[in-house]
């Protein structure tokens, strides 16, 4: 069980908006920056937002964060077909002294 | 161009001892943390430990310590993940990952992943 929380599935449509969440507690979220990556079938973990809703140099702006409490989401806008991956959220544990992820969730565009 | 290249992909009997690699260019290897995650087959991503190969500084999850050994060699810009005597349990894909600060959880730069099999 991952010490955050992320709905295992998502799904929508070319050109719609999803949106991904990732629930937290005050030893994570709470207090420290959230980022996510995505992960294409077959490869690597890709960083797409980091510090809540900073872009690395080449992520569209399609992809954006935010975090609010314990609590952040993913935002996908104008969702194309290969959008479809994995997606995980992370933040460092205060009390685990180390970075959390979450479980993950399955981007499916239909 | 910052790359982190992994050792190839390892069978292994239970039992037995496995040691892989991430060797870092493009940049100032002893300046940068590098962790190692794991991710079992259809699971998710599990942060294991971390090493600063400046001082050889390293850190590990709870639930890792003691299971593996992380170390470095700065030398040849290449850090190690060890295993004394797998199991089964042990099989995954394991990820070498660079971060630019030890305490965020971002990892900006990430190796191609070793696929470790370990069966009888």
């Known amino acids: 069980q991952s010490v955050l929380t992320q709905p295992p599935s998502a799904s929508g449509t070319p050109g719609q908006r999803v949106t991904i969440s990732c629930s937290g507690s005050?030893?994570?979220?709470?207090?420290?920056?959230v980022n996510w990556y995505q992960q294409l079938p077959g490869t690597a973990p890709k960083l797409l937002i980091y510090?809540?809703?900073q872009r690395p140099s080449g992520v569209p702006d399609r992809f954006s964060g935010s975090k609010s409490g314990t609590s952040a989401s993913l935002a996908i806008s104008g969702l194309q077909s290969e959008d479809e991956a994995d997606y995980y959220c992370?933040?460092?544990?205060?009390?685990?002294?180390?970075?959390?992820f979450g479980g993950g969730t399955k981007l499916t565009v239909l | 161009e910052v790359q982190l290249v992994q050792s190839g992909a390892e069978v292994k009997k239970p039992g037995e001892s496995l040691k892989i690699s991430c060797k870092g260019s493009?940049?100032?290897?002893?300046?940068?943390?590098i962790a190692w995650v794991r991710q079992m087959p259809g699971k998710g991503l599990e942060w294991m430990g971390i090493?600063?190969?400046?001082?050889?500084?390293?850190?590990?999850s709870p639930s890792f310590q003691g299971q593996v050994t992380i170390s470095g060699d700065k030398s040849i810009s290449t850090a190690y993940l060890q295993w004394s005597s797998l199991k089964a349990s042990d099989t995954a894909m394991y990820y070498c990952?660079?971060?630019?600060?030890f305490g965020s959880g971002s990892y900006n730069y990430w190796g191609q992943g070793t696929l470790v099999t370990v069966s009888s």
């Open positions: 992370a933040a460092w544990d205060d009390s685990l002294n180390g970075p959390v």
């Open positions: 005050s030893s994570n979220i709470g207090i420290n920056t």
């Open positions: 510090i809540n809703d």
């Open positions: 493009g940049y100032s290897f002893t300046s940068y943390w």
């Open positions: 090493i600063f190969p400046g001082d050889s500084d390293t850190r590990y």
């Open positions: 990952a660079r971060t630019d600060y």
